[in-house]
Each structure stands twice: as structure tokens, then as C-alpha cells.
């Protein structure tokens, strides 16, 4: 299969430190392509910058023509750009691009780390290249500058975010490196409707200044945004991804720098030069992560939830009915979930609210004094009624239910994820399962995600290995051994058995295909 390529339009920095040498560099350590555009060629060094040379706009046009037929990009990633001229010739090309367009990321590079200016732009082409770039990733004093405001605290920062998008950008990254004022690195990611924040403890950030003087982190971290988008990452995973990238090169640049191999001379002249990490697999460099500044997430205490009783529980059938589970219980079945759903046609909500609160009832009672673990979906506030073994919730229940009473009350609480983000957002509550999916397509409930598939839960698996894991979504018989495979403590089926000729004979044989029974 071809790499697929990803467009690099910047300047060249001859130390190789940031610039398009490194944009290309964490393109290859991703496994993907890059064709480059210079927009300058720098004469720097990793402590200086001497001078400058402007590439013409026609120049930038005829190499922008000859790639588009033969190299034609799945995204671009732009970064500096030395004149309005030169914006303008892109803005040009950008707009007459086919649709669907690629992912286009601007990183407003205004300095470069060794001292020189870079870019002069004027608001009016600022305006245009904000309105086609998908997203645009300034630090502070780049949101500064772009903006015109003083940023100073948290309150600055959120005014300029918002006059950017107020000039027209789609999407604002704003990263938090240079925010001194916050204790964590906080980097924030804002559209007109959504918000997320990613943060780092600063302690990691910062290694020793004599082994740690990496420049260019805004270029790999522009660069590994543009790369996990074309690989199929939603937007909030692909940010998850790339501000955990840019921890693991760190990561590495330190662990060499302090390890016996290196002496201080050696350390100190290898502290510009990133590593390859490759895919972030390392999980104390992911970022926490929360979806709006008022997140409750954030305000969670750690302590974790109660833990399973068990944890490597087999097939998880997840029901619609009290009598599934006194069908069900003679298997032997370690877990299943009571998941009823409101339907919005219901006409008689008390009605449908006491027939529910029976069947949680009902359903306690069949558990009791059983191996089977029993969880409620939703209905958190009846499964702390009538003493369930746990809540199952998604991750917009979380914004609504009372996580301390339901960890007051002893029960185990189980959450829904769908990538990256949502792990990161919930890992730090600490719960008793982490539920993945859905991993193939399913007909069971809309899916507002793509499906995952085995890779990604292999790599979820991998690295979420301190918390019992649950697979869920269109697993059936002929997918439930690659599915076990991938070392999953559970998994989770609808249909496979509700709507199967014999359910217990299928709770059987998936659990059998799985190599669950011993
Ligand atoms: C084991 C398991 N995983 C995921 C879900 C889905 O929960 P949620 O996202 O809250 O959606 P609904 O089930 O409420 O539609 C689940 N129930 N169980
Ligand atoms: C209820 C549910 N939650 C999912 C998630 O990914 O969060 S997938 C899903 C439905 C699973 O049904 P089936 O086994 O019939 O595909
Ligand atoms: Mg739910």
C-alpha cells in the first residue's frame, strides 16, 4: 500500500531543528509521506538565525502545480509564511483544490526558537487564511499576536480564542506551553461549538535545560495532528494523539539525556535532536482531557471506584429485560446489564418509571448471593435504590449524574468510550471497567462514531492495562475470537443473543469461540 501524503509548507531551517526538515521527520516516524513547499530558507542554528531568503509566490505556485496531479495531498500543514504575497498565492490554490478538501492545518510559526522573525502578515490576509485552514494552532504569543490582545491569565486567553474565530477561523488550538501563569500545560481546542482542553502536568514538560533544548514542537505537533487525521482519527482523538506524541518524544529526549549511557557532554549535544517514538504507546504521555472548561469531569475526586469482583468476566450480555436475566443466570453468566431504554413515545413516563424501577428490583433480587455482577445502565439513582452491583454510564451521563453518591454507595461504575479523548477524559475517575466500542458496525443503537475495529482496541488494550476493559458493538460468533484476541477482559453483546434462534446455546458458543471456557 502507498503512503499516504501529507503536504509540508513552511521554511527550511538549516539546523534541521524545526521548520519543514522536522515537519517531514515526524511524517516519516508516523509512516507517512511528505512532499514540501518552502516558503523561505532560513541560515540558523539552534541559537541563532543569521538571515532569511524569501521564496517568490510563482515559485511557491509552480511547486504547489506540479505536486497537485502527481502528489496529491490527504492533508497540509502550513507554517510560516514569510509575506502577504505568499499568503495569497495559497489562499488562491486552496480555494480552487477538489472537494472533498484535504485536512489543512495552519501553524502561524511569527519567530522562529533561535531569535528571527519569520512572518509579517496583515489582518485583512490573516482573516483570509483563518477561514480555509481547518484548524490553526498559535501558542500564546502567537494568539497574541494574531489578535492584537494582551494575554496574560486564563480570561485573556479565552477573549483572544474568541476573537479569533470572531475574524473567521474554524478552529483554534490554542497551545498552553507559554502559559506560565498555569500550573499545567493546558492546551485548548475551540469551534463555535465545541471546546476541549488537554493537559499536561508542566513537571513533565520540562526536562533539565542542559539535556532538553528541543525546538519545534509546535511544528511535530501541527505535523502529528495533519498525520492522525489522514489516518482516520476523529478530531478530538487525533488532537489526543498528538499532544501525547509530542510528550513521548520529550519523554525519550530526557530518559536518553538522563540515563548512564549519556555523559553531560553528550546529553548536552544531543538536546536538540528529537527521537523517533513512533505511534504514542507510552500512557503517562497522553493528556488528561475534558470537553468544555466546566467540564465535571474535572471536579472528581481520584479515589476511584469500587472494583469488579472479578475481572476477567467472559461474554457480558447486555439486556433489555428483567426475564433475560433469570433465562440467562443458569449459564453461569459473571455479568450482564439491565439496559432499558426510555423511548420518547412513551406516554406514561410514572408508568414506565415504576415498571423500571420493578425490574431493577427484580432484578437484584435474581443476583443476590450469585457470581453475576450486575449493572444498570442509565438509571443510576434506581441502582443505588435497590443496592445493583454497579451503573453503567456513557460519556454524556456523566454530565448529569452524581458520580459521588453512586461511589458513596459502594457500587462499581462502568463508562462507555469511543477513542482516545473520551479514555483520557475518564481514565482519571478511576472506574471499575472502561467499556470500548463500538468495534464493528452495529444495528443495536445510532452511532454518532465510526467503527473502531481490531487494531484500535489491540491498541486501546495495550495501554489502558490498569483497568478491566469491556468490548462492545456487532460482535457476533464469527468476530468474537479476534475480538478475545486482543486480551479484552470482557465482551459485550446485544443481538448476539437476544435476537439468536437459541440464546443460551449462542451465550455458549461465543464464550466457547472466545476461549473463555477452560
Ligand atoms: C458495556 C457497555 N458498553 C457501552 C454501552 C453504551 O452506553 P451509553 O453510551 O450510555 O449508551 P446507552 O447504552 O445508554 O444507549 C453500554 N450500555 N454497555
Ligand atoms: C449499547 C451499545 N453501546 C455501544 C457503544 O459503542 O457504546 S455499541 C452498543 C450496541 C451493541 O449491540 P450489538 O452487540 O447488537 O452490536
Ligand atoms: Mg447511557
Known amino acids: ?206 526536562a533539565p535545560s542542559e539535556v532538553s533544548r528541543l525546538r519545534g514542537t509546535g511544528c511535530m505537533q501541527a505535523s502529528a495532528l495533519a498525520a492522525f487525521i489522514v489516518k482516520g482519527y476523529a478530531i478530538d482523538d487525533a488532537l489526543t494523539l498528538a499532544n501525547a506524541y509530542v510528550m513521548q518524544v520529550r519523554t525519550a529526549l530526557r530518559d536518553h539525556a538522563l540515563s548512564n549511557e549519556a555523559t553531560l557532554d553528550s546529553a548536552r549535544s544531543d538536546a536538540y535532536f528529537a527521537k523517533p517514538v513512533g505511534f504514542p504507546a507510552q500512557q503517562s504521555a497522553f493528556p488528561q482531557v475534558f470537553f468544555a472548561p466546566n467540564d465535571p469531569v474535572k471536579w472528581q475526586d481520584n479515589t476511584g471506584f469500587a472494583p469488579l469482583s472479578e475481572t476477567n468476566l467472559g461474554i457480558y450480555p447486555v439486556v433489555d429485560h428483567v426475564d433475560w436475566i433469570a433465562k440467562l443466570l443458569p449459564t453461569g453468566v459473571r455479568i450482564i446489564q439491565l439496559r432499558i431504554k426510555l423511548s420518547p413515545e412513551k406516554k406514561n413516563l410514572d408508568q414506565h418509571m415504576a415498571n423500571i424501577s420493578q425490574q431493577i428490583k427484580a432484578a437484584v433480587a435474581l443476583t443476590k ?63 471499575s471497567y472502561i467499556a470500548l466500542g463500538h468495534i464493528f458496525p452495529t444495528a443495536t443503537k445510532d452511532m454518532p462514531s465510526q467503527p473502531q475495529g481490531i487494531t484500535r482496541l489491540q491498541q486501546y488494550v495495550d495501554l489502558y492495562d490498569d483497568i478491566p476493559t469491556v468490548a462492545i458493538g456487532g460482535i457476533n460468533l464469527s468476530r468474537v475470537n479476534a475480538v478475545a484476541n486482543t486480551g479484552v477482559n470482557s465482551i459485550a453483546v446485544v443481538t448476539a443473543i437476544t435476537q439468536a434462534d437459541n440464546p443460551i446455546a449462542s451465550f455458549h458458543a461465543l464464550a466457547e469461540e472466545a476461549g473463555f471456557v477452560k
Not at 443505588?384 to 451521563?397: F, P, R, S, T
Not at 458513596?408 to 475517575?429: D, W
Request: glycine share 6%.
Open 369 to 431: 448471593g450469585t457470581k453475576c455482577q450486575l449493572f444498570i445502565n442509565d438509571f443510576w439513582q434506581l441502582a443505588i435504590k435497590h443496592g445493583a452491583y454497579g451503573v453503567h454510564l456513557g460519556q454524556e451521563d456523566l454530565a448529569t449524574a452524581d458520580l459521588q453518591a453512586i461511589k458513596t454507595a459502594g457500587l462499581r461504575l462502568g463508562v462507555s468510550t469511543h477513542g482516545f479523548a473520551e479514555l483520557q477524559r475518564v481514565k482519571m475517575l478511576k472506574p
Open 1 to 206: 500500500m502507498t503512503q499516504p501524503v501529507i503536504w509540508c509548507i513552511g521554511g527550511i531551517d538549516s539546523s534541521g531543528g524545526a521548520g519543514v526538515t522536522r515537519d517531514a521527520l515526524t511524517l516519516a516516524d508516523l509512516h507517512l509521506h511528505a512532499c514540501v513547499i518552502t516558503t523561505q530558507i532560513t541560515v540558523q542554528s539552534n541559537t541563532r538565525m543569521l538571515d532569511s531568503h524569501i521564496v517568490s509566490p510563482s515559485v511557491i505556485n509552480e511547486q504547489w502545480l506540479l505536486l497537485e496531479n502527481e502528489l496529491p495531498p490527504r492533508a497540509i500543514k502550513i507554517s510560516a509564511i514569510a509575506n502577504d504575497e505568499q499568503a495569497l498565492v495559497l489562499c488562491a490554490r486552496i480555494d480552487s483544490l477538489n472537494k472533498p478538501k484535504p485536512f489543512i492545518v495552519w501553524d502561524p510559526v511569527l519567530c522562529s526558537t533561535s531569535g528571527g522573525k519569520l512572518t509579517q502578515l496583515s489582518t485583512p490576509v490573516v482573516q483570509l487564511l483563518l477561514k480555509v485552514v481547518d484548524v490553526v494552532t498559535p501558542n500564546i504569543d502567537e494568539l497574541s499576536a494574531l489578535t492584537g490582545m494582551p494575554i496574560s491569565d486564563n480570561q485573556s486567553k479565552r477573549d483572544a480564542i474568541a476573537a479569533l474565530l470572531a475574524l473567521g477561523a474554524n478552529a483554534v488550538l490554542a497551545k498552553g506551553g507559554h502559559a506560565t501563569w498555569q500550573s499545567d500545560a493546558i492546551d485548548t481546542f475551540k469551534t463555535n461549538t465545541i471546546e476541549y482542553e488537554f493537559s499536561q502536568p508542566r513537571a513533565h514538560q520540562s
